[in-house]
Every structure is written in structure tokens, then in C-alpha cells.
């Protein structure tokens, strides 16, 4: 999923979305599964997601690990306190955040 800023003009969203895609389809491709991108407007992403995540009713969440947090603990701490935030009801869900390194 992208999550785009509302500041972000349409074709400039599109631009990224297509290129991204072909990357993300031949990848997927490559190991069997089947991946569909979807985009969203937000202003703050990890919100964005989660958000978007309870909607889907996903089961997992994958996040590389974000420079705005100390560590993973804290950018995991910083998800749950969103997710605890949102409407019920809330359905379990993992949370797996990928080291930069990876």
C-alpha cells in the first residue's frame, strides 16, 4: 500500500503508482503470489494504514522500519497506540516491521 500526501498532485500519484506496480507484479510474479497496489491519501501514513488495514480486515501488516522512530519498539508501541484508537471493533493482527538493513 502507498500512502500518498493529500499535497501530492494526481498525476504525480499515478507517475509513482505505475512504476511501483510493474516492480512490485514482476516480483510477486516471480515467487507465485498475487499482489494488487493500492494507494490512499492521508497525512499521516502509519494512520493511513492502519486504517486501511482494519477496512481490508488484514490479518498482517508489513512496514520497513521508519527513520521518524528511535527503533522498531518504538515504531510497534506508536502503531498499537493507533490501532487502540481506531472504531471497534478491532481484530487482531501482526505487526511485522522489517530492519533497513533487509
Avoid at 482494519?54 to 490479518?59: D, H, N, R, W, Y
Avoid at 508489513?62 to 528511535?70: A, K
Avoid at 502503531?79 to 487502540?84: F, I, L, P, R, V
Amino acid at each position: 500500500m502507498l500512502v500518498f500526501s493529500k499535497r501530492l498532485n494526481a498525476l504525480a500519484q499515478v507517475a509513482i503508482v505505475q512504476a511501483i506496480r510493474l516492480n512490485e507484479q514482476e516480483a510477486a510474479e516471480r515467487a507465485g503470489k498475487h499482489v494488487s497496489l493500492l494507494a490512499v491519501a492521508g497525512t499521516n501514513p502509519l494512520v493511513a494504514i492502519l486504517q486501511t488495514a482494519m477496512k481490508l480486515k488484514s490479518a498482517r501488516i508489513v512496514l520497513n522500519h521508519s527513520p521518524h522512530f528511535r527503533n522498531a519498539g518504538d515504531q510497534a508501541r506508536a502503531a498499537e497506540k493507533q490501532w487502540k484508537r481506531l472504531p471497534a471493533p478491532r481484530f487482531p493482527i501482526v505487526l511485522e516491521i522489517v530492519p533497513e538493513d533487509s
